[in-house]
């Protein structure tokens, strides 16, 4: 069970942030490999997305002293694009662990986000972060929501919603990583709260094994993407969502 939580916490570290869905890799490869038992739980999945929050306070905390400094008015339009994923995330969290994390499902998201994706790619991109509008942060918020689906990639998605709205590639990246922060914070929370009032018992050291190594792998993953967002598009992370997908219907079918 150590390796598996080493490779999960890789795995959570570096799809978190790359454009190809945590989630559905979190519930797709125990799927694939026959994995059980504690790494194969939600609140597994939400200690590795502890990891994950950590990289992001340690990358970025220079940029959220700067919000609460200087820049409001940036801090304020991110409260204001993080409200929709935090209703939706409240009102139909339940929902979704019940009935969404499926394969079928993910598959379908990989696919039709990929296309979304292709089709940002084609939009001229000139506008720095700097001038973001209100209703810019709205649209990308509302499609921030949409990452509750397992399967979508909530960076992909509002990467993509910020390229849609003409900004450049690497200031889409990063507002979408400013944007995650509460997000991925208050669903820590959330699913902490119910942790503790099941009174359920888990392996500590297990669950602090991936949240290191996820947070470790999340520094890597974000300085990469930062860095190849510069120079490249997101092609090459819609291909592998294609290549992942065609793999899930694959095993279905085997094992239909």
Same mark, same amino acid.
């Given at each position: 069970?150590?390796?598996?939580?080493?490779?999960?916490?890789?795995?959570?570290?570096?799809?978190?942030?790359?454009?190809?869905?945590?989630?559905?890799?979190?519930?797709?490869?125990?799927?694939?490999?026959?994995?059980?038992?504690?790494?194969?739980?939600?609140?597994?999945?939400?200690?590795?997305?502890?990891?994950?929050?950590?990289a992001?306070?340690?990358?970025?905390?220079?940029?959220?002293?700067?919000l609460?400094?200087?820049?409001?008015?940036?801090?304020?339009?991110?409260?204001?694009?993080?409200?929709?994923?935090?209703?939706?995330?409240?009102?139909?969290?339940d929902?979704?662990?019940?009935?969404?994390?499926?394969?079928?499902?993910?598959?379908?998201?990989?696919? /039709? *986000?990929? @296309?979304?994706? !292709?089709?940002?790619?084609? &939009?001229?991109r000139?506008?720095? %972060?700097? #001038?973001?509008?209100? +209703?810019?942060?709205?649209?990308?918020?509302?499609?921030?929501?949409?990452?509750?689906?397992?399967?979508?990639?909530?960076?992909?998605?509002?990467?993509?919603?910020?390229?849609?709205?003409?900004?450049?590639?690497?200031?889409?990246?990063?507002?979408?990583?400013?944007?995650?922060?509460?997000?991925?914070?208050?669903?820590?929370?959330?699913?902490?709260?119910?942790?503790?009032?099941?009174?359920?018992?888990?392996?500590?050291?297990?669950?602090?094994?991936?949240?290191?190594?996820?947070?470790?792998?999340? /520094? *890597?993953? @974000?300085?990469? !993407?930062?860095?190849?967002? &510069?120079?490249?598009?997101?092609? %090459?992370? #819609?291909y592998?969502? +294609?290549?992942?997908?065609?793999?899930?219907?694959?095993?279905?079918?085997?094992?239909?």
């Open positions: 069970m150590v390796l598996q939580s080493i490779i999960l916490g890789i795995i959570q570290g570096v799809t978190e942030f790359l454009p190809i869905s945590s989630t559905a890799h979190l519930v797709v490869v125990p799927w694939l490999f026959g994995w059980s038992g504690e790494i194969n739980t939600l609140t597994f999945d939400i200690a590795l997305h502890l990891g994950t929050l950590i992001l306070v340690v990358c970025f905390y220079k940029d959220w002293i700067n609460f400094v200087i820049n409001r008015r940036l801090l304020f339009l991110i409260i204001i694009a993080s409200l929709p994923a935090g209703l939706v995330g409240f009102a139909l969290n929902f979704v662990e019940l009935h969404l994390r499926e394969p079928s499902i993910i598959c379908l998201s990989l696919i /039709l *986000i990929g @296309i979304v994706m !292709l089709y940002s790619e084609r &939009k001229n000139h506008k720095p %972060i700097e #001038v973001m509008c209100f +209703f810019d942060a709205c649209f990308i918020g509302i499609f921030q929501a949409l990452a509750i689906i397992p399967g979508v990639s909530r960076s992909g998605i509002t990467i993509s919603a910020g390229l849609l709205r003409g900004y450049e590639r690497e200031a889409s990246a990063r507002f979408s990583f400013m944007l995650s922060t509460p997000i991925i914070a208050g669903a820590t929370m959330l699913h902490t709260l119910k942790f503790v009032r099941n009174k359920s018992s888990y392996d500590t050291e297990i669950f602090l094994l991936g949240l290191s190594v996820a947070f470790i792998a999340g /520094l *890597i993953a @974000i300085k990469f !993407l930062l860095g190849f967002l &510069k120079k490249y598009p997101l092609n %090459i992370f #819609v592998y969502r +294609f290549l992942l997908s065609a793999v899930i219907i694959t095993m279905i079918w085997m094992r239909g």
